[in-house]
């Protein structure tokens, strides 16, 4: 008797990069169907890949949907804190949230529903919650730059609201509107 053969190994597929790219598909997925239909069979075949790499990269579909949309969260705080960072007073840092608001937050129709995906995922996900949580303090945060902490947490309020109004109305508010209610408001 001979000795049994060796045994046949394929190439494994080297994929630095799949982890980031499951979490960047899965904020693709949500923007094009909403979270609902953010599977883990939808998110593999939209990142092309095996349906096992999701369950090897994240334990569970809640955790990756946290992963995604915190990435999401990142990404628009960061852009937010480096306006109001730039912002040299007050009457520029509040012509600097309009720009936050109509550029950033309303300006993409896939950050837009994002964002309100990411709202109504929250309200029955804790661990979601934490993520918008996440998001508000680092919103106040940057907003501390140049007001009060309790108008800060009501100017971030309104943007909130301002942020479901445009999403939600059939005539949403535009700039000048916007400008002239956070003048109003905080100004």
């Not at 040299?88 to 964002?115: F, M, Y």
């Amino acid at each position: 008797m001979g000795a049994d053969p060796a045994p046949v190994r394929r190439p494994r597929r080297h994929d630095p990069g799949r982890r980031d790219r499951l979490v960047d598909t899965t904020l693709d997925v949500i923007a094009a169907r909403g979270v609902a239909a953010a599977t883990h069979r939808a998110i593999a075949r939209a990142a092309d890949v095996p349906l096992g790499s999701l369950t090897y990269h994240f334990g569970s579909l809640a955790e990756l949907l946290a992963a995604a949309f915190t990435r999401h969260v990142d990404d628009v705080a960061a852009r937010f804190d480096a306006r109001m960072a730039a912002a040299p007073d007050r009457t520029a840092a509040l012509e600097a949230l309009v720009e936050h608001l109509t550029g950033d937050l309303l300006g993409s129709q896939r950050d837009l529903v994002l964002a309100v995906e990411l709202y109504v995922a929250a309200a029955r996900d804790a661990e979601l919650r934490a993520v918008t949580q996440d998001w508000m303090s680092r919103s106040r945060r940057s907003l501390e730059r140049h007001l009060d902490p309790v108008t800060a947490r009501e100017v971030d309020a309104l943007v909130e609201g301002l942020v479901l109004h445009s999403a939600l109305s059939t005539d949403p508010m535009d700039a000048a509107q916007i400008r002239a209610a956070l003048l109003r408001f905080a100004g």
